[in-house]
């Protein structure tokens, strides 16, 4: 009898799934992953999530100098 594990039919997509050390796709500096979604490193997701709140805010309040 052959038994075929499950383990077998897993597909690669899980081996990105798991925590490992990854290189930030932006300054490629060596980081840890926690798992999926995880190719950038805390310190550049830091600044982009700053970015975005500066990118937000300005748009919203501009200055009105029109009189
Ligand atoms: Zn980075």
Redesign the pocket.
């Known amino acids: 009898m052959n038994t075929v594990y499950p383990g077998t039919l897993t597909p690669k997509r899980a081996n990105s799934d798991l925590p490992a050390e990854r290189h930030?796709l932006?300054?490629k500096?060596a980081?840890w992953s926690e798992g999926f979604g995880e190719r950038?490193?805390k310190?550049?997701k830091t600044q982009v999530s700053w970015k975005s709140a500066i990118t937000t805010g300005d748009g919203g309040s501009r200055r009105r100098s029109s009189r």
């Open positions: 930030c932006r300054c500096t980081f950038i490193c310190r550049c």
